[in-house]
């Protein structure tokens, strides 16, 4: 499938890397439809020189508002060819935190918010965009954001466990999905040099950070772009799932 006047729908492409995409997509001559949360980062989006991208508000946790949202998209005539499932958070907690004089157990709250934005919103739009897909006889692909983190990184449970279920979903969909002609593919990035990674740690932490991957370095933004646009053109790739690491899981 090549770039040129697809249409690739991206959640969570406000900032960072989905930002990223969506610029990469749109400068490839795709056209991009975006469901995004912060009803600022829409208007933004909108307001981009580019006609070929579109934004609409969207709690891509909440099922009723995906609903409501895929139907605004394809009755604008967006008839979907791509989906990158991108919109995630991420959270850090110890599964019983020692150090606590208070409340020491893994909140469940913030168990049931990382999962819901994480995996079951992965649920929640494929299954709808997949339906849409297959009401066109569309062979599409479905791209989703996992992380090196579904490996199992310590003091993050609910991540690693809502990761580890984008890939199994991968898996999972490649296989009943792949004889009607639609491809699953999960793109698990390691040390990512974004801003909120520049904002959150420290240069120290940054240096440590390196040093753990065998190329020395943090990857690059363009990094998941090159992943994407891979997935997106290979048309006998499905069931992968690429990491792009730079060595850290080997």
């Known amino acids: 499938m090549k770039l040129t006047g697809t249409n690739v729908l991206v959640t969570g492409g406000g900032r960072g890397i989905g930002r990223y995409l969506v610029e990469q997509l749109d400068e490839a001559g795709a056209n991009v439809f975006v469901l995004e949360y912060d009803e600022n980062l829409c208007e933004e989006l909108n307001q981009l020189a580019s ?46 935190n020692m150090l606590s004089r208070t409340e020491r157990a893994h909140s469940r709250d913030n168990w049931r918010k990382v999962m819901a934005t994480d995996l079951d919103s992965v649920f929640f739009v494929t299954s709808r965009v997949v339906d849409h897909m297959l009401a066109k006889r569309k062979k599409g692909v479905v791209i989703s954001i996992s992380s090196i983190a579904a490996n199992g990184n310590a003091g993050q449970s609910a991540y690693s466990a809502a990761k580890a279920g984008v890939n199994a979903l991968t898996h999972t969909w490649a296989k009943e999905l792949g004889p009607l002609g639609l491809r699953f593919i999960a793109i698990a990035p390691g040390f990512i040099d974004t801003p909120s990674t520049r904002a959150a740690l420290s240069e120290t932490m940054l240096a440590k950070l390196q040093q753990q991957v065998p ?8 990094a998941v772009s090159q992943a994407v646009h891979y997935a997106i053109e290979n048309d006998y790739l499905t069931g992968s799932i690429l990491e792009v690491d730079g060595g850290l899981v080997l």
């Open 51 to 96: 006609a070929r991208v579109r934004a609409v508000q969207c709690d891509v946790a909440n099922a009723d508002a995906v609903d409501i949202a895929i139907q605004t998209v394809t009755e604008a005539g967006f008839d979907i060819d791509v989906l990158i499932n991108n919109a995630g958070i991420i959270h850090s907690e110890p599964l019983v």
């Open 215 to 222: 190329l020395r370095r943090l990857g690059a933004m363009q």
